[in-house]
């Protein structure tokens, strides 16, 4: 049921807009000012606000501004139809060019409201529909789908934004990368499904192990890296050998019998010579690749 929020300091003259809702199952409610209006709608958020533009106090164009200015992006998006007894042009153009939706006059021919009312509310369905799709659209370039942790090109995005806050305010940023030993092995033998359940079972051990301003990622194949703001070496290196020892545990109830997963796990911490997020996980990566040279299922960090 659509939620309509009449503003008016005479509610007798939408006496008729209000009864023809209410008999066609809109859910109405009425304030009679500005501010009062404004409580409103912010306490139930409504689907379509009709505003008189003459209120006491607020006037319907103020309250339209404090409507669009709202941080609450929800706000913002409330289709607002504005009803005037003037029928001065100016009015109509400044309240259109500021945000409204529609524009009726009063008296107000019931039957081309409805139609016009239920315009608004179509437009804003499909928006909200459009703004979902989005959303969605956006997780699916942003996360990978077997391990449901961020991929490669979200990674990037979030750990370069957080090496720029690190640099600017002088805080600590640690990498840690993740690598999977042995793992084509695994896959052979087992087969490519206990694989996949494997690198799930990775992702888990790294949700657990981490803060959640941790940003986790599939980095590709069989290789993971966390990005740790407000992190120094020691504290990644603590994380790291959780990280591993976690993998190792969570390994046992992986499958039947002789299934072992371990990690080998390379970690290094934002310096002055980085520039990017790259030269940090080159660092990380090139201390993975130690821990590969030094028998694996191990932690390396410099
Ligand atoms: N099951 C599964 N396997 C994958 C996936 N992505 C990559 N792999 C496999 O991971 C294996 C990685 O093998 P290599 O890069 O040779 O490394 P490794 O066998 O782990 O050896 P080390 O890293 O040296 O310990 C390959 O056999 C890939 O096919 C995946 O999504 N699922």
Redesign the pocket.
Known sequence: MARVLIIDDRPMTVRGIWRYLRNHGYDVEVATSGGGGLQMARRKIPDVILLNVTLPGLSGLDVLQELLRDRDPAFKRIPVIMLSAANTEAEAVQALDLGAQDYILKPVKLTVFAARLRMALRVKFNQEALERANEYLLTLSSIDP?TQTFNRRRFYELATRELAKAQRFQRELSAIMI??????????RFG?????K??CMLADVLRKSCRDIDIIARM???EFAVCCPETNLGGAMQLAERIRRGIEVASFNLGPGTVRVTV?VGVATLCDIDRSVDSLLERADRMMYRA?QGG?NRVVGA
């Open positions: 077997l690598d999977a030993d042995h793992f084509k092995a695994l896959n052979d490519h499904a206990l694989g996949d494997a690198l590709g194949g069989e080998s590969k694996r």
